[in-house]
């Protein structure tokens, strides 16, 4: 399988997005997602309250015509638009259009005690503006598998989107996450989500007994390290006929960040030389 391998910034925490740019082309990767908030970057101490490798809504441009420079493709956009906020995703949808960046993210409402029927009805209508804005726009919406969201795997993400355009509409499969929640065999999720299966995250989990028992709990692993089994996902991926980009969102601590997106290039390179082509 050739795989298109990209990387999320949000990994790249304690990079500015120059040096970001530069490890990843020095490492083999074809592409990048970028982090965008309203707030930007932080200092880099943290990859999720203080991430250095995050833009900020005026910056998209300028990184979106420094990766061209460097000859990296720009995937799309990890922003962080929640379900129902419209606004935001109108400017999100803006943003992306005007630096030629192909898709959004958006999340599915978190589970806040909302009975699942209400919130369901409410993420539909709020999908249904989404692919009317991204008509508009000629911008893609993902929705990325989460965790504690309504739509943790792959066939509550097709009930939700089942009706609408997966051409503005589509689903961002994220293998780490559904470990902890959601899964289906690949296989089958990626049969499910059909064409609505837009880009893939791919990150490893593993869990630890606590001190004297009870329920084990998730931590984030290296890549070639935890219960997602990479090289069973690429052949899934190879047998649907996956072209997309698999993007690594390694939360991982084993290594620094420049290390772990080295080594995960790594692994990837050795382990799609092994899949059927």
């Known amino acids: ?26 490492a083999g990767y ?8 309203d707030a930007g970057a932080g200092t880099g101490t943290d990859r999720f309250d203080d991430n250095l490798c995050t833009l900020a809504p005026g910056e998209v441009a ?3 015509a420094r990766c061209a420079s460097a000859g990296l493709t720009v995937i ?35 589970r806040d005690g909302t009975p699942f029927p209400e919130a369901f009805s409410a993420a539909t209508a709020f999908v249904a503006d989404l692919e009317r804005r991204g008509t508009a726009h000629g911008v893609r919406a993902l929705l990325e598998l989460h965790q504690r969201t309504i739509c943790p795997s792959a066939s509550l993400a097709h009930r939700l989107l089942s009706g ?14 559904v470990m902890i929640e959601g899964y289906e065999d690949h296989r089958i999720a990626l049969d499910v989500l059909g064409p609505y299966l837009a880009g893939v995250h791919l990150k490893n989990v593993a869990f630890d007994r606590p001190p ?7 931590r984030w692993s290296p890549l070639d390290d935890g219960v997602v089994d990479v090289a069973a996902l690429l052949e899934a991926l190879d047998a649907v006929g996956f072209d997309g980009w698999i993007s690594l969102e390694d939360f991982s601590d084993d290594r620094s960040p420049a290390d772990t997106a080295r080594h995960n290039a790594a692994v990837l390179a050795r382990l799609s030389a092994g899949t059927p082509s």
């Open 76 to 110: 799309g956009l990890d922003t962080y638009v929640d379900s129902g906020d419209r606004d935001a995703a109108e400017r999100a949808f803006a943003l992306a259009a005007t630096a030629g960046v192909p898709w959004i993210r958006f999340r599915a409402p978190w």
């Open 30 to 37: 074809g592409g990048i997602e970028w982090r965008v908030t």
């Open 62 to 64: 300028e990184a979106v």
């Open 164 to 177: 609408t355009d997966p051409a503005v509409v589509g689903v961002l499969y994220d293998a780490g996450n």
């Open 212 to 218: 004297g028992g009870g329920v084990w709990q998730p």
């Open 1 to 26: 399988m050739t795989v298109k391998l990209g990387i999320c910034s949000v990994s790249l925490f304690d990079h500015t997005p120059d040096q970001a740019i530069a490890t990843a082309v020095a």
